[in-house]
């Protein structure tokens, strides 16, 4: 469950334990642990005062109006745009913790993952 919440970021707390130390670390994951769970109280309500909704640009558009539809839908495609290429650039820096000197494929796959990336939604 936690990590569903976290996201992507999930990958990375092994390293982020490490820079920061155990007090600053777990002190930003409680922070965030609220932070998700008080959206997550945001978002029961909102699934309460509209209970006809089966995604959420009708949630948006509920709170919002037209401008909350479009903001969810915008969200929503760049989470998807944008995924692969974090994934790719978390890999190559898997990669890099390897091969320190090759700091050129780091640059390689960025390019390959916007080429990618763009060929998607086209």
């Known amino acids: 469950m936690m990590a569903d ?12 334990f490490a820079r920061l130390g155990w007090a600053p670390a777990l002190s930003c994951m409680a922070c965030f642990t ?14 309460l005062k509209v209970p006809r909704a089966v995604v959420f640009d009708e949630i948006g558009f509920a709170a ?5 539809r479009v903001l969810v839908f915008g969200t929503v495609y760049l989470t998807i ?23 050129a494929m780091l640059f390689a796959s960025l390019i390959y993952s916007v ?8």
Not at 34 to 47: A, D, E
Not at 64 to 68: A, E, F, K, S, T
């Open 5 to 16: 919440m976290f996201g992507l970021g999930a990958l990375s707390l092994p390293a982020d």
């Open 34 to 47: 609220l932070t998700n769970v008080y959206s997550g109280f945001i978002y029961q309500r909102l699934t």
């Open 64 to 68: 919002y109006g037209p401008l909350g």
């Open 81 to 103: 745009l944008f995924e692969p290429v974090i994934f790719q650039l978390m890999c190559m820096e898997a990669l890099q913790q390897v091969c320190p000197q090759q700091t």
């Open 115 to 122: 080429c990618c990336a763009s060929q998607q939604t086209s």
